[in-house]
DNA sequence: CCTCAAGTGAAACAGTCGTTTTAAACGTAC
DNA sequence: GTACGTTTAAAACGACTGTTTCACTTGAGG
């Protein structure tokens, strides 16, 4: 058929959220997409770059979701740079939109994305990073003259805070099935979209608060 | 030798930590341990046992030293509860303490302990979030009371931004030297201790700010 | 009708996986 | 000295791994 392809990115891209990569065999991803198992390496050649395919095709509107958002707010307003919450906001929004969106991946691929965050192997990682270079580069410049009462390490630490505040809570509500099995008092899934003014609010403030000081 | 136990261990725990569960295998472990293959189930019955084991020990450790220092600090003062930051302290330091400290396993553990957070098998994040129960409960029970402009669900979702901020700040710590390998403009080490001081004064700001309006 | 490339089906490749089994060697304690 | 818990060595188990090979079917262009 002609849609060999995208199934077997379809089936691949379930089991890789569901199991991580190397606890799934390319038999699993051929049965499940009900393809023949040459019919893998036919179309992309190895498991290795049928996962860079998988990144990249899903990746990238993310990111350029992001960036369009960033020229936006900053060319926007006419006079003057874009607030905090604005540059916080282009950065968070595109992937809770993801999120719900299931045509371009949806918690199924935001799921695979944070375990491909950790994954052990380097090169994955190191892919990863790659596709979101550019995001990083343009964001942190964009919230340096938002943040004068900050030194450089200062700076640097709490854009590590808002990463992982973010990405843990994208996991949450990707994963929230999950949670619900291991928690118990877990709040009702909230519409997603407060998360986003949450997360904003609570981060904002966070990079206002002036810098601790140091004797302790 | 009467230490091949603990052979198994620390080398299980550093090919674990490098190269995560499913790839790594007893094989390896054994190999690196210079210990029989039939060892490593003579002493564990199984790759799964061992996993398990290892957790256990570095684990209770950790979390009796959060609970002992949040009972100091609520003890403590006298009249009054415990502040904000405080709690918070009771919850970052030790982690950091650990990553310092090569007797209880250090970066290496801690890279560990974050491959398992996200690990796919289901067993093992069971394990893991069991281990933290109690810890969650007393420690956002202790948050309730400094939170009162919070609702429930507020509290929920910046608990997690705290829980995530957390993580992912030990991550870049215990795997600094692969985030050399991935940017650019990278501060030096800078004392590992601060980085509390910073996180806990972001996050307290955090949940100190009131509650973002709907209307947006 | 013939041809040629794209794609499929099924089998086989050489390894590795976790685990078990058997045998023989240890050191230590009764 | 002999029993016991520990450790090693070596081989084998069946199942599964990623990948390759090759005969086969299919459909469109000349």
Redesign the pocket.
Same mark, same amino acid.
């Given at each position: 058929?002609?849609?060999? *392809?995208s199934r077997i990115l379809n089936a691949a891209e379930g089991l890789f959220a569901d199991r991580g990569f190397?606890?799934?065999?390319? *038999?699993?991803?051929?049965s499940r997409a009900?393809?023949?198992?040459?019919?893998?390496?036919?179309?992309f050649?190895?498991?290795?770059?049928?996962i860079q395919e998988l990144f990249a095709l899903r990746l990238s509107p993310l990111n350029r979701q992001r960036l369009a958002l960033l020229d936006r707010c900053q060319a926007g307003g006419g006079a003057g740079e874009p607030s905090l919450e604005q540059i916080l906001e282009a950065f968070i929004r595109p992937p809770v939109q993801l999120i719900r969106d299931p045509e371009r991946g949806g918690m199924r691929f935001m799921r695979l994305l944070s375990r491909a965050f950790n994954s052990p192997d380097g090169a994955i990682r190191e892919m990863i990073y790659g596709q979101f270079a550019e995001v990083i580069e343009r964001f942190s410049g964009a919230l340096g003259p938002r943040l004068p009462h900050l030194s450089r390490e200062e700076a640097f630490w709490r854009f590590h805070f808002m990463v992982g505040a973010m990405s843990h809570t994208l996991h949450v509500i990707a994963d929230w099935k999950n949670l619900e099995n291991l928690f118990t008092d877990v709040p009702e899934p909230s519409q997603v979209d407060e998360v986003v003014d949450r997360l904003v609010s609570f981060l904002a403030a966070g990079f206002r608060t002036p810098i601790p000081s140091k004797e302790n």
């Open positions: 058929m002609l849609e060999t *392809r190397s606890a799934t065999s390319v *038999r699993m991803i051929t009900k393809v023949n198992l040459a019919a893998m390496h036919y179309h050649g190895s498991k290795d770059q049928l």
